[in-house]
């Protein structure tokens, strides 16, 4: 949801509940691997438009304030990367992604929704249950994560996170 995105993301885990709180992975690159291949050319050529406001509010409508939707407007995102040429192209798409460039609004969801659905199959997800002291580093271009809910909110669950700033946007300004 940056204009430059994310390089990597490093999750520390201090405090762990007994159970729950889980946190998935998936590697975009096998995702993008797995679609067929008319559907690997057709995501190749779109933009999307990454809003990080439209992600929150999908969990609540108040959860930004005008200030902060003004401080990180949405950004234009190649829908697929070739981000390590050796390592082949991967699908650029999360919960941030809002709509398609040149897309109808319909069928911009339509789209999102599928390629969606099918990047979260099981067969793509790894599961991280934590341990105190786990460490887990991932490539932000290339794999997406999201937590698992904790059975009671009440749990205690401290995880730090670090990332590292990614050093070029990946469509020129």
């Not at 992975?25 to 190749?44: G, I, W």
């Not at 991280?128 to 786990?134: E, Y």
């Not at 290339?142 to 009671?152: A, F, K, M, Q, S």
Request: aromatic letters at 6%.
């Amino acid at each position: 949801f940056k204009p430059t995105p994310a390089k990597l993301s490093i999750l520390s885990a201090r405090k762990i509940p007994d159970h729950g709180g889980e946190t998935q992975f998936v590697n975009m690159r096998s995702v993008y691997t797995a679609l067929p291949k008319h559907e690997q050319e057709k995501c190749d050529g779109y933009i999307a438009i990454h809003d990080f406001a439209h992600s929150r509010k999908t969990v609540d409508p108040n959860l930004m304030t005008d200030e902060e939707r003004a401080a990180v407007p949405p950004v234009r995102q190649p829908l697929t990367i070739d981000h390590d040429e050796h390592r082949g192209r991967s699908l650029y798409i999360g919960s941030h992604v809002s709509h398609i460039e040149g897309l109808s609004k319909h069928c911009s969801q339509q789209l999102i929704n599928r390629l969606i659905t099918f990047s979260t199959q099981d067969k793509f997800i790894y599961s991280h249950h934590w341990k105190v002291h786990d460490l887990l580093i991932w490539n932000n271009l290339t794999v997406i994560h999201r937590g698992t809910p904790l059975p009671d909110p009440l749990m205690p669950r401290v995880l730090v996170r670090t990332t590292i700033a990614g050093d070029k946007p990946l469509i020129a300004c």
